[in-house]
């Protein structure tokens, strides 16, 4: 089973998944999961996503190396920041790979899967809320 996670990069917060069946490219699970993106939303991705940008016009993709050659050191820098932003939706799949039922091979129904998923994705949202600072009532004083 494959999955993917749309992650908000400020609050760190999982808006939208999408499943494919078995061994299934990443952009070829995209273009069948039709995500609604907004084209304002600046989209950041691996380079499993080569030819997003004919689809969504604010994708970033980390360049390639190309063949029999090397990166320049400015396409070095930007494939750096790019990773820099990233992190934060790597450590995102970190945290629900800690789901074993996400880490390991699936082996129960795959009609399941989905809805598993999203039960854990909700989970890992509201330990979010949890977490974060709530602003004082001072209405009782």
């Given at each position: 089973?494959?999955?993917?996670?749309?992650?908000?990069?400020?609050?760190?917060?999982?808006?939208?998944?999408?499943?494919?069946?078995?061994?299934?490219?990443?952009?070829?699970?995209?273009?069948?999961?039709?995500?609604?993106?907004?084209?304002?939303?600046?989209?950041?991705?691996?380079?499993?996503?080569?030819?997003?940008?004919?689809?969504?016009?604010?994708?970033?993709?980390?360049?390639?190396?190309?063949?029999?050659?090397?990166?320049?050191?400015?396409?070095?820098?930007?494939?750096?920041?790019?990773?820099?932003?990233?992190v934060i939706g790597e450590h995102i799949n970190r945290k629900l790979k800690?789901?074993?039922?996400?880490?390991?091979?699936?082996?129960?129904?795959?009609?399941?899967?989905?809805?598993?998923?999203?039960?854990?994705?909700?989970?890992?949202?509201?330990?979010?809320?949890?977490?974060?600072?709530?602003?004082?009532?001072?209405?009782?004083?």
């Amino acid at each position: 089973m494959k999955s993917q996670v749309v992650v908000n990069q400020r609050t760190g917060e999982i808006i939208c998944t999408a499943h494919g069946q078995g061994k299934i490219h990443d952009f070829r699970l995209f273009q069948h999961s039709r995500l609604p993106l907004r084209q304002t939303i600046e989209c950041l991705v691996d380079k499993g996503y080569q030819g997003i940008k004919k689809l969504h016009a604010n994708s970033q993709v980390p360049q390639k190396k190309p063949r029999k050659g090397k990166l320049s050191d400015e396409d070095k820098k930007k494939n750096r920041e790019l990773a820099r932003k990233r992190v934060i939706g790597e450590h995102i799949n970190r945290k629900l790979k800690i789901f074993k039922i996400l880490a390991d091979r699936y082996r129960n129904r795959r009609k399941r899967f989905g809805l598993r998923f999203n039960l854990i994705a909700g989970l890992y949202n509201y330990e979010l809320t949890l977490d974060a600072p709530h602003p004082i009532n001072n209405s009782y004083n």
